[in-house]
């Protein structure tokens, strides 16, 4: 049975197919496509996973799961769907811009908690374009995924301090004992148009 540690390109270029044709179908027809058998074998592990719209003027909707409690055809299904209709920083998607938008697909592995005897530790605990991070202190949560620092040039220090603002805590935050900080990789799945 396939998990995140034997993803193909292959598998990569159906997740993504496969969260378009959701999305249009939801779009256009207000249905919910019914995936194949095959397609829901082949991905019946339970991952994390988030879906991706970005246009030309950048990011168009982004939502997922970061923990591994549904099976990855589920939670494509429902991430798909949310990330093109129920971003709340964005209108719904609408049909006419379906062709505008390019998807992507990222499958996660299960965070965990990175351990340190001092916040300075975590600077050479996470690297770059490896890790996604998740910060935690109280009622407050952020997550942003592997590509996120390398689209906008971040170092090891910018990526924490993004992530605690998205989490909406001030930035220095994860020099908090009370923090806690969670790393998981991706593998990021995207469509190319020429």
């Known amino acids: 049975m396939k998990d ?24 256009k027809n207000n249905t919910k496509l019914k995936l194949e058998n095959e397609f829901k074998n082949n991905f019946s592990f339970k991952s994390g996973v988030f879906v991706t719209l970005n246009n030309k ?24 769907i949310s ?5 709340p920083r964005f209108p719904p998607v ?16 299960s965070p965990k908690k990175i351990i340190v005897n001092n916040p300075d530790e975590y600077l050479s605990k996470i690297k770059v374009g490896r890790d996604g991070l998740i910060v935690k202190n109280g009622y407050h949560s952020g997550l942003l995924l592997p ?34 900080i969670e790393s998981f990789e991706g593998i990021i799945f995207k469509e190319y148009h020429n």
Do not use: M
């Open 94 to 109: 609408k049909d006419k811009d379906l062709n505008s938008i390019i998807f992507e697909v990222t499958v996660l592995t």
């Open 4 to 27: 995140y540690n034997n993803l193909s390109k292959e598998d990569g270029k159906l997740l993504v197919s496969t969260a378009r044709k959701i999305v249009t179908e939801y779009i």
């Open 147 to 180: 590509q996120v620092p390398v689209d906008y040039n971040w170092n090891e220090k910018e990526f924490l301090e993004h992530t605690c603002e998205k989490a909406g805590l001030s930035k220095d935050s994860w020099k908090d004992p009370t923090t806690i």
């Open 57 to 80: 003027q950048g990011l168009r909707g982004c939502i997922g799961y970061p923990l591994p409690n549904k099976l990855l055809y589920d939670a494509l299904y429902d991430a798909a």
């Open 83 to 87: 990330a093109a209709t129920k971003d």
